[in-house]
C-alpha cells in the first residue's frame, strides 16, 4: 500500500503463497467484520480485557482491513516490488525519523496552506489511483496522510473555539477544496471508515509526548461531514462508550466531541442528535461542560430556522436539561448555568416540536413531579408557567392531570392557584375545558376526604370552589354600562339641540339652568379667568428678573457643558473616522470571502426570488393597480354624472350634506336602540 507519511513511493509486498488455513482465517475474520456493519474498530477500542491497539509501521495500515472486505489484494509491479524488497523493513523502520525531516513546521495554518503543493498532491492522488484502482480506501488514506504531512503549523486548543465554526477547511483554497470534494464524491460508501480512522489517529497521536499536529485529520472530518453530516450520528452508542473509557484525558474526550460537533454545522437535526448523544451524557464532568454548552449556542445560533431540528428532542431529553438550567447547586457552575438558561427557551420550542397541540400532554407529567412547594422560585415560575401552556395548547392535558390528581395534591395545588390568579388572562375556551375538570376535582375532594386527611387536600378544595365562583359569576359589567349611559347622554344631547336649533333653547339648558348648575358654572368659568389674568400679570413683571438670575447662574454651567460637549463630538468624530476607515479596508476582504465561501445554491435561491418577485410584479402587482386605476376613474365618472357632468363646490357640498344626514339618522336610530335597551335592563335588574 502507498504511504505519505514520510516514505512516498515505498511499497509493502504482500504475498499471496500463503497456506489455506491461513487465508480461510482471513476470509472468516472478513465475514465476521462485515456482519458487524464494517466500523468493529469502535467498538474494540472500549474493551479493556483486549490489549492496546499496536501503531501501524504506516499510516494508512488501518484500512489495510477493507481492502480485504473485496477479497482483492493490491500489489505494485513485480520488478518493483523485487527490487524494493530487501529493504522494505528498513524503510518501514525509518518512516516516523523522515516525517520530523520532510515536513518543515510553518508559523501558522495559513502559511502551511500556502505552501501547499496541490499539483503534487494531485500526482500522489493519481499515483494511488493507477495502482489501486479498485480501492478507494488508500485513495483517501493517502489524502489524510498528505494534508497531515504538509500541514505542520503549532496546534491550537482542540476544540478550535477561537476561531470561525468551519476552521481549519475554511482555509483551503478553490482548487485543494475541489480536489477533496472529488475524491470524496468518488468514495461515498468508505466515509464512515475513514472518518473512524481520523479520530482513532488524532487519539493515538495525542498518547505521544511529541505529537504531531492534526490538522489535515481536522480537514478530512470537516469536508466528509460538510457533504454527509449524517455520518457523524451512525455509531454515536459506542462513540459515547469511548468518551467515557478517556474521561480521565480531557484533550482525547474534546477532540471525540470536537470531530462528531461539526456535522451541526451544516445539518441542524445531526447537531442535536450529536449533541444529545454524547455531549449531554457528559454535561455533568466540569473539563467537558464548558464545551458541550458553549457548542450548543454555537450551533443554535448558526441555525435561526429552529424548524429542522423538529422531532430530535422528546421529554427523556428535555427533563434533564430544565434540572441542569433551574436545579440550584447542580454539575454546571453558576455562569454555565445562566448560559444554558438563556439556550432554555429555544431548547423548549425544539422540544414541543412542531405540532406542540398533539404532544404538549406527554410533557405534563414530568412538569406536574416538578412542581413541588419547596422547588425554587424560578424553577417554580417555569413550571407553572409550561403546564399552563400544556394546559391551553394540547386538550388531552386535562385528561392526564385528573389521572395524576391524586397523587399530586401538593403539585395541583400549586397549579391551580396559579389558574385562579391567571384566571382573567387565560383564552375563553380553556375556561370552558377547565370547567368539566374542577368538577372533576371537586367530586374526587368529597371521596377522599373520608380517608385522606391532609393540608394540601384542604387547599385543592378551597381553591376548586374560588375557580368555580370565577366561572359561574362573571360580575356586574360596570364598563360597558358607564359605555352605555355615556352614549346614551350624548345622543339624547346631540338630538334635543339639533330639534330646538340652538343650545341656549334646548331642554338641556333650561334643566341646567333651574338646577342651578348654569350659574354655579358661570362662576367658576369668572373666577377661572380672574384667576388667570392674575397668573399672567405675575409672569409678566417677574419672568425677566428670573430669567436674568437663571443667566447668571447657569450660564457658566451651559459654557461648560458646551465646551464638554464639543471635545466629546471630537473624540467621537475621531473614532467614527478610524471606524468609518477599518470598514472600507476591511469591507472588500469580506466581500471577497463571502463570495468565495458562499455556496452555489445560495445564489441559485437569490436568482428564484428574482424570478418570483418579478412574477408576482407581472401577474399581480400591476394588474392589481390597473384595477385600482379602473376603479378610481367609474368613479371619477360617476360623480360627473350624478353633478350633471361637470364637478362643483356646491354638487361636493350637497353630497357631503345628504352623506351627512344619512349618518345622523344612522346615529339616530342606533341611540333609540340603545335607550331601548338600556331600559330593559335596568328594568331586568
Not at 504506516?58 to 473485496?70: A, C, P
Not at 471525540?256 to 437535526?269: K, P, R, T, V
Not at 380553556?430 to 368538577?439: F, M
Request: net charge positive; aromatic share 8%; charged share 20%.
Amino acid at each position: 500500500m502507498a504511504s505519505n507519511n514520510g516514505s512516498v513511493g515505498k511499497w509493502e509486498v504482500v504475498k499471496k503463497g500463503k497456506k489455506n488455513t491461513s487465508s480461510g482465517g482471513a476470509k472468516n475474520a472478513t465475514d465476521k467484520k462485515t456482519g458487524s456493519g464494517g466500523r468493529k474498530a469502535l467498538g474494540e477500542s472500549n474493551q479493556p480485557s483486549r490489549p492496546p491497539l499496536k501503531m501501524s509501521e504506516t499510516l494508512y495500515d488501518g484500512f489495510e482491513k477493507m481492502g480485504k472486505k473485496q477479497n482483492k489484494e493490491q500489489v505494485p509491479p513485480a520488478a518493483e516490488s523485487e527490487n524494493k524488497k530487501p529493504s522494505s523493513s528498513k524503510q518501514s523502520k525509518k518512516t516516523p525519523s523522515s516525517n520530523t525531516v520532510t515536513s518543515p513546521t510553518h508559523k501558522s495554518l495559513e502559511e502551511a496552506f500556502k505552501a501547499l503543493d496541490v499539483g503534487d498532491l494531485k500526482q500522489q492522488l493519481a499515483r494511488s489511483q493507477t495502482l489501486f484502482p479498485e480501492n478507494p480506501s488508500v485513495w483517501l488514506k493517502d489524502l489524510a496522510g498528505y494534508l497531515n504531512l504538509h500541514l505542520t503549523a503549532p496546534e491550537a486548543e482542540p476544540t478550535l473555539s477561537s476561531y470561525a465554526h468551519d476552521y481549519p477547511y475554511c482555509l483551503t483554497g478553490k482548487e485543494l477544496k475541489g480536489v477533496i470534494k472529488g475524491l470524496i464524491a468518488r468514495c461515498g460508501d468508505i466515509l464512515p471508515d475513514l472518518l473512524d480512522h481520523c479520530v482513532y489517529t488524532m487519539l493515538r497521536e495525542l498518547d505521544r509526548q511529541s505529537g504531531e499536529p492534526l490538522h489535515g485529520y481536522r480537514v478530512c472530518i470537516q469536508a466528509i461531514l460538510q457533504d454527509k453530516p449524517r455520518i457523524a450520528t451512525q455509531n454515536l452508542p459506542e462513540y459515547l462508550e469511548l468518551l467515557r473509557s478517556v474521561q480521565n484525558r480531557p484533550v482525547k474526550c474534546l477532540t471525540i466531541m470536537w470531530a462528531l460537533g461539526q456535522a451541526g454545522f451544516f445539518d441542524l437535526s445531526q447537531g442535536l442528535r450529536v449533541w444529545l448523544g454524547i455531549m449531554l451524557p457528559v454535561l455533568g464532568v466540569k473539563s467537558l461542560s464548558s464545551y458541550a454548552i458553549a457548542y450548543l449556542e454555537r450551533l443554535l445560533l448558526l441555525h435561526a430556522n429552529l424548524t429542522k431540528g423538529f422531532g430530535i428532542m422528546g421529554p427523556k431529553e428535555f427533563f434533564p436539561l430544565l434540572d441542569f438550567a433551574f436545579m440550584p447547586k447542580n454539575a454546571l457552575s453558576p455562569s454555565l448555568q445562566e448560559q444554558l438558561r438563556r439556550l432554555y427557551p429555544r431548547l423548549k420550542v425544539l422540544a414541543f416540536g412542531a405540532k406542540p397541540e398533539s404532544t404538549l400532554h406527554t410533557y405534563l407529567p414530568s412538569f406536574l413531579s416538578r412542581a413541588t412547594p419547596h422547588c425554587p422560585d424560578d424553577m417554580k415560575r417555569e413550571l407553572l408557567s409550561s403546564m399552563t401552556e400544556c394546559l391551553c395548547v394540547d386538550v388531552q392535558s386535562l385528561g392526564v392531570w385528573r389521572q395524576l390528581y391524586t397523587k399530586h395534591l401538593a403539585q395541583s395545588s400549586l397549579l391551580l392557584n396559579h389558574l385562579l390568579k391567571s384566571w382573567n388572562i387565560l383564552p375563553p375556551k380553556v375556561r370552558k375545558n377547565l370547567e368539566e375538570t374542577i368538577q372533576s376535582f371537586r367530586v374526587t375532594n368529597e371521596e377522599m376526604r373520608d380517608t385522606v386527611e391532609s393540608q394540601d387536600l384542604q387547599e385543592c378544595n378551597s381553591l376548586c370552589q374560588n375557580l368555580q365562583v370565577k366561572m359561574r359569576g362573571r360580575g356586574f359589567p360596570w364598563s360597558k354600562l358607564l359605555m352605555v349611559l355615556l352614549v346614551f347622554v350624548a345622543g339624547f344631547i346631540a338630538h334635543d339641540i339639533r330639534s330646538h336649533g340652538s343650545f341656549t333653547d334646548s331642554s338641556t339648558a333650561k334643566h341646567l339652568r333651574s338646577s342651578g348648575i348654569t350659574a354655579v358654572s358661570q362662576q367658576a368659568w369668572g373666577k377661572i379667568s380672574v384667576y388667570t389674568k392674575q397668573g399672567f400679570s405675575w409672569l409678566e413683571t417677574n419672568t425677566p428678573h428670573y430669567y436674568s438670575e437663571c443667566v447668571r447662574v447657569m450660564g457658566p454651567l451651559m459654557e461648560q457643558s458646551l465646551e464638554k460637549a464639543k471635545t466629546a463630538a471630537i473624540f467621537i468624530s475621531e473614532n467614527t473616522t478610524q471606524f468609518i476607515l477599518w470598514v472600507k479596508e476591511k469591507t472588500p476582504q469580506a466581500i471577497e470571502w463571502l463570495n468565495a465561501n458562499t455556496p452555489d445554491s445560495v445564489f441559485q435561491v437569490l436568482d428564484y426570488l428574482k424570478e418570483l418577485l418579478l412574477f408576482l410584479h407581472q401577474n399581480y402587482i400591476l394588474p392589481a393597480l390597473a384595477y385600482v386605476a379602473d376603479l378610481l376613474q367609474r368613479a371619477w365618472t360617476n360623480l360627473q354624472d350624478s353633478c350633471n357632468g361637470e364637478v362643483s363646490v356646491s354638487c361636493l357640498q350637497s353630497h357631503a350634506l345628504s352623506f351627512t344626514n344619512s349618518t345622523w339618522q344612522l346615529l339616530q336610530h342606533t341611540t333609540s336602540a340603545i335607550k331601548t335597551w338600556a331600559q330593559e335592563l335596568l328594568t331586568r335588574a
